[in-house]
């Protein structure tokens, strides 16, 4: 059962949950039946749908939503995955922008499949047909949270255009199976919440809890100007599990002007989501300096006491990126303290979306793209894109041979990747192309270029998620680790020129450990 809510209301009957459904959350798109005027990610783009009215592109009218085509005989549909497992308590249909063009009706199913296999999936019914007004938010609250789910299937009756879909829960976090192993008690990924932020004015505080470093400052928290002395402004995160506070991260990165001057870290207990008025804090980081564009480590007091929530104040106003607390949870033995900084001794990126753009210094994204020569083939029943990737063959005395071959490749054991080991191919580049079954959502991509004596340069190294509609082409010489597959075996094409010289066909070299945040995927 459910409730239509005035969209004014989310924040009093819902906003103690999250966004499951966000892109920053690390969910996709994995299926859609129909998306010709607008793609469905921008369904879950967490900033606000724009308008542009009289801008427009191939298909028509440029929308900011997902827009299907007309006069569909039975419904579209959309499936995302969530970017972490969680309960459902609520949704926002919004279809802001869409004045006559918007979905006339909706409804929402959801799954709980661990390996992937939608085929095999069970779906439910979690919010029944529902009406959709033009250029609107259509809010619902559930009688009752749902089962744990890892995906959700929006209906879109019978065509038309949805901007934005939120899917309020919370998430349900899988520990590790080790009690006393090390883990960001705040992180959103293990259920960890911002529950109150005294200020909001720029970004919410849910941010500092988001997966990866961010893009930018609007991917942080960050308060207004204050005028009034000895201000402060804080949140109050709800940990994800009752433990032990051992080492504070903050991270600043992108705030250069805007940082806060002092930091202080308090922490209670209560059963409350938001502790009462009446709650002792416990202050276990006195007001300490911060910095712009940069990770600072503070080592916590009263590491042998265990909290449930946790305030982080900034002095006066400003705002940072994200705040790690890092420790164990209750129960746990205590590791040797003070507990290294986490992220200090390695190395760290968080792979991006790949596009021509961002890969250009490394090679070739193979998609069928529009800014390449483009002509009818197939009797018009098709389009050709010409040279979408640079095969190159630079061999001495010709000696390197085509060779077409298939990588079958198992995925990776472990996330957050750890990039030990780099190859190049010298005189060669090197084209792989997804051969999927449909159970393949994208793979990883990690590459550098060149230091001036040929070895990797690791201030260049990028990682991308290629999804499995992109092939990739290392251009020659380039650092690149080899094929990483994500969540299920695939099969790629590979084309390389090779002569069989091992030191010419492929040359290794091991490099200081590279940590990669994969956001939006999983090990099974």
């Given amino acids: 059962m459910h409730k239509r809510i005035d969209h004014n209301d989310i924040n009093a009957q819902l906003g103690q949950c999250i966004d499951l459904a966000s892109s920053a959350m690390g969910s996709t798109i994995v299926a859609v039946t129909d998306e010709f005027f607008a793609p469905a990610t921008n369904m879950i783009n967490p900033a606000p749908p724009v308008h542009c009215p009289g801008k427009f592109i191939d298909t028509g009218a440029w929308m900011d939503g997902w827009e299907t085509k007309r006069h569909n005989a039975g419904y579209d549909w959309c499936i995302i995955k969530l970017g972490?497992?969680?309960?459902?308590?609520?949704?926002?249909?919004?279809?802001?922008?869409?004045?006559?063009?918007?979905?006339?009706?909706?409804?929402?199913?959801?799954?709980?499949?661990?390996?992937?296999?939608?085929?095999?999936?069970?779906?439910?019914?979690?919010?029944?047909?529902?009406?959709?007004?033009?250029?609107?938010?259509?809010?619902?609250?559930?009688?009752?949270?749902?089962?744990?789910?890892?995906?959700?299937?929006?209906?879109?009756?019978?065509?038309?255009?949805?901007?934005?879909?939120?899917?309020?829960?919370?998430?349900?976090?899988?520990?590790?199976?080790?009690?006393?192993?090390?883990?960001?008690?705040?992180?959103?990924?293990?259920?960890?919440?911002?529950?109150?932020?005294?200020?909001?004015?720029?970004?919410?505080?849910?941010?500092?809890?988001?997966?990866?470093?961010?893009?930018?400052?609007?991917?942080?928290?960050?308060?207004?100007?204050?005028?009034?002395?000895?201000?402060?402004?804080?949140?109050?995160?709800?940990?994800?599990?009752?433990?032990?506070?051992?080492?504070?991260?903050?991270?600043?990165?992108?705030?250069?002007?805007n940082y806060p001057n002092r930091i202080k870290l308090e922490a209670t207990n209560s059963d409350a989501e938001v502790p009462e008025s009446t709650a002792k804090w416990t202050t276990l980081v006195e007001p300490?300096?911060?910095?712009?564009?940069?990770?600072f480590y503070f080592d916590p007091a009263h590491t042998d006491k265990v909290f449930t929530h946790a305030r982080i104040t900034i002095l006066p106003d400003g705002g940072f990126k994200r705040v790690r607390l890092y420790g164990v949870r209750q129960g746990a033995a205590l590791p040797s303290l003070p507990l290294a900084a986490p992220n200090a001794p390695k190395r760290s990126v968080v792979a991006e979306p790949l596009t021509a753009e961002e890969y250009a210094p490394y090679g070739e994204v193979i998609e069928a793209r529009k800014n390449v020569n483009i002509t009818g083939a197939n009797q018009g029943t098709a389009e050709k894109f010409h040279h979408v990737a640079k095969v190159t063959n630079a061999f001495p005395n010709n000696s390197g041979n085509l060779n077409l071959c298939v990588y079958h490749c198992r995925p990776a054991k472990e996330l957050p990747f750890?990039?030990?080991?780099?190859?190049?191919?010298?005189?060669?580049?090197?084209?792989?192309?997804?051969?999927?079954?449909?159970?393949?959502?994208?793979?990883?991509?990690?590459?550098?270029?060149?230091?001036?004596?040929?070895?990797?340069?690791?201030?260049?190294?990028?990682?991308?998620?290629?999804?499995?509609?992109?092939?990739?082409?290392?251009?020659?010489?380039?650092?690149?680790?080899?094929?990483?597959?994500?969540?299920?075996?695939?099969?790629?094409?590979?084309?390389?020129?090779?002569?069989?010289?091992?030191?010419?066909?492929?040359?290794?070299?091991?490099?200081?450990?590279?940590?990669?945040?994969?956001?939006?995927?999983?090990?099974?």
């Fill in 288 to 295: 300490s300096s911060t910095g712009p564009n940069g990770l």
């Fill in 84 to 257: 972490f497992a969680g309960v459902i308590r609520g949704f926002d249909i919004d279809t802001s922008y869409f004045t006559g063009n918007q979905a006339p009706a909706a409804s929402v199913e959801a799954t709980f499949c661990s390996d992937n296999d939608l085929d095999k999936a069970q779906w439910s019914e979690i919010l029944p047909r529902v009406d959709l007004p033009p250029s609107c938010h259509n809010a619902f609250v559930l009688d009752s949270p749902t089962k744990v789910c890892t995906h959700v299937r929006i209906n879109n009756y019978p065509d038309g255009g949805i901007a934005r879909f939120r899917v309020y829960g919370q998430v349900t976090p899988l520990w590790p199976k080790g009690a006393s192993e090390v883990v960001d008690l705040a992180y959103v990924g293990n259920g960890g919440r911002v529950v109150y932020a005294t200020d909001e004015h720029y970004a919410p505080g849910n941010n500092i809890l988001l997966p990866g470093r961010g893009a930018n400052a609007d991917d942080g928290w960050q308060t207004k100007r204050s005028r009034v002395p000895d201000h402060s402004d804080f949140a109050v995160i709800r940990l994800g599990d009752k433990g032990h506070i051992l080492k504070m991260e903050l991270d600043t990165s992108h705030f250069c002007g």
């Fill in 418 to 524: 750890k990039v030990k080991l780099l190859e190049r191919h010298p005189y060669s580049s090197q084209q792989f192309i997804p051969m999927t079954d449909g159970s393949t959502r994208g793979y990883l991509v990690v590459v550098a270029l060149n230091n001036p004596d040929g070895s990797p340069d690791l201030n260049t190294l990028k990682a991308f998620i290629a999804s499995s509609k992109q092939g990739i082409s290392y251009r020659r010489g380039v650092w690149h680790h080899p094929m990483i597959a994500l969540e299920n075996e695939t099969d790629f094409a590979c084309l390389v020129h090779e002569n069989g010289v091992p030191n010419d066909d492929c040359q290794e070299t091991n490099v200081d450990e590279v940590v990669v945040q994969v956001p939006g995927y999983h090990t099974f």
